[in-house]
């Protein structure tokens, strides 16, 4: 990713900011490319980026989604 922000999983998806920061964001795209714009945004605005651990399972509740067509 060229946001110069350092994070293990660009695309989970699961996010959490403080209302204050929501102008930074456009969310103008959908499907996958929303998490990296998100980042890059972030990175732009000069926002400190913290990764907490999440437990995930992909077992269930999978998607529908062709994640090549999708992304």
């Known amino acids: ?3 110069g922000i350092c ?3 660009t695309q989970s998806g699961f996010r959490a900011f403080d ?3 929501v ?3 456009r969310f103008g795209q959908n499907g996958f490319s929303i998490e990296s714009d ?3 945004e972030a990175a732009s605005a000069g926002l400190k980026i ?3 651990d999440i437990g ?3 077992d269930v509740d999978c998607s529908t989604e062709n994640p090549i067509r999708h992304g």
């Open 1 to 3: 990713m060229n946001s």
């Open 7 to 9: 994070v293990t999983d």
């Open 19 to 21: 209302v204050n920061i």
């Open 23 to 25: 102008p930074v964001f």
């Open 38 to 40: 998100m980042l890059t």
């Open 50 to 52: 913290e990764e907490v």
């Open 56 to 58: 995930v399972r992909y």
